[in-house]
């Protein structure tokens, strides 16, 4: 069974950066898009941002210019780099395929603190 397991997360102060890691048991990243989605408590997961097989990479617009997702498919491994932290990004971050297709991970808290 394909295990997703998220690292990277922390508490980090207004206009902070982290790096988020992803790893996956199981070659799944080589045949899929992948995603970083995050989650507050209560509310629906939401996707942050995604990038195709090819590298093609996409975020919604809350923070574009802020949040780079990168892959290194060789070590099953997708990044999310995150600039400029906001208080509204504390939420658990999650990776999946694009659209999800696994069982979630635990997820990795992010609290961005003012």
């Known amino acids: 069974q394909v295990q997703l397991v998220e690292s990277g997360g922390g508490l980090v102060q207004v206009g902070g950066s982290l790096r988020l890691s992803c790893v996956a048991a199981?070659?799944?990243?080589?045949?899929?898009?992948m995603g970083w989605y995050r989650q507050v408590s209560g509310e629906q997961r939401e996707v942050v941002a995604t990038?195709?097989?090819?590298?093609?990479?996409n975020s919604v617009d809350s923070v574009e210019g802020r949040f780079t997702i990168s892959r290194d498919s060789a070590k099953n491994t997708v990044f999310l780099q995150m600039n400029n932290l906001k208080p509204e990004d504390t939420r658990v971050y999650y990776c999946?395929?694009?659209?999800?297709?696994?069982?979630w991970g635990q997820g990795t808290q992010v609290t961005v603190s003012s």
């Open positions: 999946n395929t694009f659209p999800p297709g696994f069982p």
């Open positions: 199981g070659n799944i990243f080589s045949r899929n898009a």
């Open positions: 990038i195709t097989r090819s590298g093609t990479a």
